[in-house]
């Protein structure tokens, strides 16, 4: 039983980083047409 519950553990740890990375990158696209000027402030925030 618990190596059933372990094993899928690390998988789903794995992927929900990458749906939100691809998530962010889709939303960042649809505000970047929307309003560039708050997509980069954003960014300048993160990076800057």
Same mark, same amino acid.
Request: hydrophobic share 40%; net charge positive.
């Given at each position: 039983? %618990?190596? %059933?519950?372990?094993?899928?553990?690390? &998988?789903?740890?794995?992927?929900?980083? =990458? &749906? @939100?990375?691809?998530g962010?990158?889709?939303? #960042? /696209?649809? #505000?970047?047409?929307?309003?560039?000027?708050? =997509?980069?402030? #954003?960014?300048? /925030? &993160? @990076? /800057?």
């Amino acid at each position: 039983m %618990n190596i %059933n519950f372990k094993e899928p553990a690390p &998988v789903k740890d794995k992927a929900n980083p =990458l &749906v @939100y990375i691809i998530g962010f990158i889709l939303i #960042a /696209g649809t #505000a970047s047409q929307r309003s560039e000027s708050k =997509l980069n402030e #954003a960014f300048t /925030g &993160v @990076y /800057g």
